[in-house]
C-alpha cells in the first residue's frame, strides 16, 4: 500500500515534524537549564533600563548581537556566553546579525564621551563605519542609551567602569595643566620596556602610504587632518585628542618615539576617549601608521636615526649597519 498526501497526511506529519523540532531547541532548555545568574550577572539600574528600552526601539539588534561562541576566540573574545548573562531579560537581545561588532561585552571598552561622539557620528570616531547617526534621539535618550552600553558585561563591565573612571581624573588633570605637562605625563605611564624600543620597519614610501590609509580609516576623526587633535569629533571629546604636533619639544629624553606610539595605539589611553586597537590592526599596520604619525605630524623619523631591520623574507633589505642583510640569490 502506498502512503497518499491527503490533507490529513499533510497537517499531521507537519505538526509531528514541529513538535520533533521543537522539544528539543525550546521545550527541553526551557526545563533543564536553570535560570540562575552567572558570576558576572549584574541587576540593571532604572537608567540603564532606560538605555535598554531605547536599544529595542531603535532596532539595534537588527546590526549587533549580544552573545560569544567558541569560535569567536579569533577575533579577540574576551569572555564566552553563558545562559545566566541573560538572567531575567524579556525579551533577551541575543540578535543573529552581526552587521556591526557583538556589544555582549561593551561595558567599559570605551569612556562615556566616546560614545557620546560615536551615537552623534558614528564616522566621527570611525571614519570608516556604516552604523546610522543616532543624533535625533537627544541627549537623554543617548545619556540612557550610554549607561546601556557601559552595563553590558556585568560585574566585569563594571571593574572595566571603575578603572576608566579612575585613571580619568589624572589623564584630565595631565591635560588641563597644559601641553607640554600632559605629553610628559603620557610619556611616564608607558612601561621602561617600551620606550627606548625604535621603529623596526623603516619609514619606505609604502610603509607610509599604508599608514597614510590606516590613518585616514582609524585616527583622522579625532586626531584630524593635520593631526592637530581638531578631527570632526573634538566637539563632543574630553580631553580632545592629542595635538600630536606637541610631541616632538617634549623629546629631550626619548631616543625613539616608535616604542610609545605602538604602545598607546595598541592598548589606547586609558581613561581618555583613545580607544584601543590590539583587535583591529595586526603589527604591520600599527608600526607603519606609527611611522606616519611620527614622519609627518611629528617630524620624527626613528628609522634615519639609527638604522633597525628585522630578518623576514617580507622586508626589502636595507643599507644599514642594524639592517637586514642582503638576500643571497639562490641559484640551483
Ligand atoms: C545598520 C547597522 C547598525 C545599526 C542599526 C546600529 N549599529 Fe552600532 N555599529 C554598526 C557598525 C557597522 C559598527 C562598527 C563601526 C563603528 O564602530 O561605528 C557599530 C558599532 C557600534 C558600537 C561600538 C562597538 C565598539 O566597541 O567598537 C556601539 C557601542 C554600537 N554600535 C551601538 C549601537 C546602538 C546602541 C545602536 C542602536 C541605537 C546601534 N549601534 C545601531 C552598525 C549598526
Ligand atoms: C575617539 C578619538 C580617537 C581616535 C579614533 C584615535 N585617537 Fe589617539 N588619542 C585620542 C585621545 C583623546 C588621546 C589622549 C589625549 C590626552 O590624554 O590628552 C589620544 C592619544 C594618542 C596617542 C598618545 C601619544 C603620546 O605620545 O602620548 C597616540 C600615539 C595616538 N593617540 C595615536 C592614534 C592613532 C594612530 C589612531 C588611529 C589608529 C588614533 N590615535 C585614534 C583620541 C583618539
Redesign the pocket.
Known amino acids: 500500500m502506498r502512503a497518499r498526501m491527503t490533507p490529513a497526511v499533510l497537517i499531521f506529519g507537519g505538526l509531528i515534524i514541529f513538535w520533533v523540532a521543537f522539544t528539543p531547541v525550546v521545550i527541553v532548555p526551557t526545563y533543564v537549564i536553570p535560570d540562575d545568574p552567572s558570576e558576572t550577572w549584574d541587576a540593571r539600574t532604572e537608567l540603564e533600563q532606560r538605555?535598554r528600552e531605547?536599544?529595542i526601539a531603535?532596532?539595534?539588534t537588527?546590526?549587533?548581537s549580544q552573545y560569544i561562541r567558541p569560535q569567536d576566540w579569533g577575533i579577540g573574545a574576551d569572555r564566552l556566553a553563558k545562559a545566566g548573562d541573560y538572567h531575567q531579560d524579556a525579551p533577551h537581545l541575543l540578535g543573529s546579525?552581526r552587521?556591526?561588532?557583538d556589544?555582549s561585552q561593551?561595558g567599559g571598552?570605551?569612556t562615556n564621551d566616546w560614545?557620546l561622539a560615536?551615537?552623534m557620528n558614528?564616522?566621527s570616531?570611525?571614519p570608516?563605519?556604516?552604523?546610522?547617526r543616532?543624533e535625533y534621539?537627544g541627549e537623554e535618550d543617548i545619556g540612557a542609551?550610554t549607561a546601556?552600553?557601559q552595563s553590558l558585561g556585568g560585574v566585569e563591565a563594571d571593574l572595566r567602569m571603575a578603572y576608566q573612571y579612575k585613571v580619568r581624573d589624572d589623564v584630565i588633570a595631565a591635560y588641563e595643566a597644559g601641553p607640554d605637562e600632559n605629553i610628559q605625563y603620557l610619556h611616564e605611564q608607558v612601561p621602561p620596556g617600551w620606550r627606548p624600543l625604535p621603529n623596526p620597519y623603516p619609514a619606505t614610501d609604502a610603509s607610509l602610504s599604508r599608514g597614510e590609509k590606516v590613518y585616514q580609516s582609524f585616527c583622522i576623526g579625532c586626531h584630524g587632518p593635520v593631526g592637530d587633535g581638531m578631527g570632526q569629533a573634538s566637539e563632543w571629546l574630553y580631553p580632545p585628542a592629542l595635538n600630536f604636533t606637541t610631541i616632538r619639544r617634549n623629546l629631550w629624553e626619548d631616543k625613539y618615539i616608535g616604542g610609545i606610539l605602538y604602545y598607546y595605539i595598541m592598548n589606547g589611553v586609558t581613561g581618555s576617549a583613545m580607544?584601543y586597537f590590539k583587535h583591529e590592526l595586526e603589527s604591520e599596520k600599527i608600526w607603519d601608521v606609527s611611522n606616519y604619525v611620527a614622519k609627518y605630524f611629528i617630524d620624527w623619523d626613528d628609522s634615519n636615526m639609527e638604522p633597525v631591520g628585522v630578518h623576514s623574507a617580507r622586508e626589502t633589505p636595507g643599507e644599514g649597519e642594524n639592517s637586514p642583510p642582503a638576500r643571497e640569490v639562490i641559484s640551483e
Open positions: 538605555g531605547v536599544y531603535e532596532g539595534c537588527y546590526c549587533h546579525q552587521t556591526g561588532p556589544l561593551e571598552q570605551h560614545h560615536h551615537f558614528p564616522r570616531v570611525r570608516d563605519s556604516i552604523m546610522p543616532f534621539l542609551l546601556y552600553m580607544p
